[in-house]
């Protein structure tokens, strides 16, 4: 029954293990059983349910620590308290220096008894008996400091994902023991992080989907779900093939004899896939899932850092509107954020050198956080005074186009002002509106716009995120638009705001917007490990993308169709960035209506469900763009 760590090594996609390179800082492998005890315990909750908790305890008894606390789907493993991690807590810093670190497997998950809900529903009038996340969090810190030996008092979270989804719960109606939580690339809504983006189905998380939605109804310590097998390396052909999203409720049939069965082809065993497919629309399914509407409920008793990564391709959305949310209702709180030069999780590795893909923004960078940020806001409301003189500023952000970081009292910056760009003709992108004109391009839906020119198959997707977008500029159903050479740096601090004004031949479409860094010609590769086919001359590094399905463009719960060859209002809110277009570079914007197989085939043909659409309901079809349509910046003004 030890099969557990080869198959949850291949499950915690959303949590960042620390990989082992050449220039990587590292820990002696046995540091965290020399230094800890290792403990055991399940936790009951107010209903019954007991949590399986594991407790890593320093051995020095001179002194009291703090209790930093991990809920997790991803499993607590090693499991025995002879077995022991190589690695505990936010980073090498907080565990070399010594803190209780402890890790819980939540309800449903691995060896914690109860039933697991995906995204597990708020109760904001909770019964006695009734638990919910924050019911759970709360009991189990309640238990850890009133049981657990040399603990201060004082309870910090911390997690990156799903994990700080789960951090960001402990903030709801907090312990009062709970004093500072660090929601990392949290999830904040499962309609608009990791598997939907502004309602398009992100079909390249499909091998993700068994993680969270086979069935378990007992403690285990052993994976009890299985990853689709997908037969092939190229990922984009693979599902062209397969067709409509119907056609892979197969690889969701868990119980089933003959796949090939007609009476089984539609039969769903995996609760989440089930959901997905039942629910195509913001309902009230994935709005009670939501934490971001319940942001007002966080106490001032708790300090909160939001952590994301710029080119985190999972969660964007989450990190930004956490902390956005909580200063909004709770202004005087303690509340900072991070954004760095990162993809998922990137900020807790230990390699000295930082890139994400082909594209490279520096050394140390995650390990400066680490030392510099992270430690200290830990330490600061932990061991320290706990006041809101952290020595932090409120918005630490990195400029991945100058590749420098900048503090600021609040994030956006005050200094912005909003200016706008239009799509022109001839491939322009001028700051005034030249024309009123249409410019059409065929969207085939046997030949979509690929998301990367890789060919491959990918648990999640990353790289993409500094993808050279050379590849897709070249294709005719791609529209480019240009700036001329900028003759001064150019810096983006906050959201963007497409204001397209488009028609389609169908009554359904996607509208993808990709914002893109045009590089000089001149320019000398200074990553070693890109790829061999790439340069950095001319490169075009995409800075900000977005989809909109176009039913969705006046209410993600009522979609509505579109009336052929009427010109109609698409708005698309790009999540925010920070990053200046240098002088001698370019900026330029990507529309296209296909983004394969990043999200799935819109048929373009309306349907009430894209989930059970047929074959015939994909049509290829004539999309247009016209020249009034723009593009709305937060511009930095220095």
């Not at 420098?404 to 992108?429: A, G, H, I, M, R």
């Not at 200074?526 to 590094?541: A, R, T, V």
Request: net charge neutral; charged share 25%.
């Amino acid at each position: 029954m030890k099969n557990y760590a080869k198959l949850f090594l291949l499950s915690v996609f959303l949590i960042i293990s620390c990989k082992k390179g050449k220039k990587e800082v590292d820990v002696k492998d046995t540091f965290v059983q020399d230094n800890y005890t290792k403990k055991e315990v399940q936790i009951t909750m107010r209903d019954g349910v007991k949590l399986h908790t594991t407790i890593y305890s320093p051995k020095d008894k001179s002194k009291t620590f703090p209790i930093l606390l991990q809920r997790t789907p991803y499993s607590c493993s090693p499991y025995g308290e002879t077995e022991f991690r190589k690695k505990i807590g936010p980073n090498l810093n907080l565990m070399k220096e010594g803190n209780i670190i402890v890790y819980q497997d939540v309800r449903g998950r691995w060896m914690s008894e109860g039933v697991y809900d995906n995204m597990r529903a708020y109760i904001p009038n909770k019964k006695e008996k009734e638990t919910d996340e924050v019911s759970d969090t709360y009991d189990t810190i309640d238990w850890l400091v009133k049981n657990v030996e040399n603990n201060n008092g004082n309870v910090g979270t911390w997690g990156i994902s799903y994990p700080g989804h789960y951090t960001t719960v402990s903030t709801i109606d907090a312990h009062p023991a709970l004093k500072a939580a660090s929601p990392q690339a949290c999830i904040g809504d499962f309609f608009f992080d990791d598997f939907h983006h502004n309602g398009a189905f992100l079909l390249s998380y499909f091998k993700a989907i068994s993680l969270f939605g086979t069935y378990k109804d007992q403690p285990t310590d052993s994976a009890w779900y299985s990853f689709p097998d997908m037969k092939t390396q190229d990922q984009y052909q693979f599902f062209l093939d397969k067709g409509p999203l119907k056609n892979l409720n197969e690889y969701f049939q868990y119980d089933r004899l003959d796949v090939k069965t007609t009476e089984n082809k539609n039969r769903i065993d995996d609760f989440f896939w089930k959901e997905i497919v039942e629910h195509p629309n913001y309902d009230s399914v994935w709005q009670s899932k939501g934490i971001i509407q319940h942001l007002n409920k966080v106490p001032s008793t708790v300090a909160t850092m939001v952590v994301g990564g710029w080119f985190d391709a999972e969660d964007l959305y989450g990190p930004l509107e956490t902390y956005k949310g909580i200063e909004k209702h709770q202004p005087e709180n303690y509340n900072t954020i991070v954004f760095g030069p990162w993809d998922h999780g990137g900020w807790s590795r230990s390699k000295v050198k930082n890139a994400v893909g082909n594209y490279y923004f520096g050394d140390s960078i995650s390990l400066k956080f680490q030392k510099e940020v992270e430690t200290k806001f830990f330490n600061h409301f932990l061991k320290g005074d706990g006041s809101k003189n952290s020595g932090l500023p409120e918005a630490y952000v990195f400029d991945t186009g100058k590749k420098e970081w900048k503090s600021y009292d609040v994030w956006p910056p005050q200094n912005t002002q909003k200016q706008f760009f239009y799509l022109s003709e001839n491939q322009e992108l001028t700051s005034n509106k030249k024309s009123e004109a249409k410019i059409n391009f065929i969207s085939d839906i046997k030949r979509p716009v690929p998301y990367s020119e890789d060919i491959k198959t990918v648990f999640t997707p990353r790289k993409y995120m500094t993808d050279d977008q050379r590849f897709a500029a070249r294709r005719p159903d791609v529209l480019v638009f240009e700036t001329d050479v900028l003759t001064e740096d150019f810096t983006l601090a906050g959201d963007i705001l497409a204001k397209l004004k488009v028609a389609t031949t169908g009554t359904a479409a996607d509208w993808i917007v990709k914002v893109i860094d045009v590089h000089p010609a001149d320019l000398k590769n200074d990553n070693k490990e890109m790829q061999p086919h790439l340069k950095l001359s001319n490169y075009h590094l995409m800075v900000r993308s977005e989809v909109m399905r176009g039913r969705f463009r006046n209410s993600f719960s009522n979609p509505e169709p579109f009336t052929p060859n009427k010109k109609t209002d698409v708005n698309i809110k790009l999540q925010d960035v920070f990053h200046t277009f240098k002088k001698g570079h370019k900026l330029q914007i990507q529309i296209q209506s296909t983004w394969f197989p990043l999200i799935d085939l819109n048929p373009q043909t309306y349907v009430d469900n894209i989930y059970k659409a047929d074959e015939k309901d994909f049509k290829t079809q004539t999309h247009s763009v016209f020249t009034d349509s723009s593009i709305e910046f937060s511009v930095l003004k220095q």
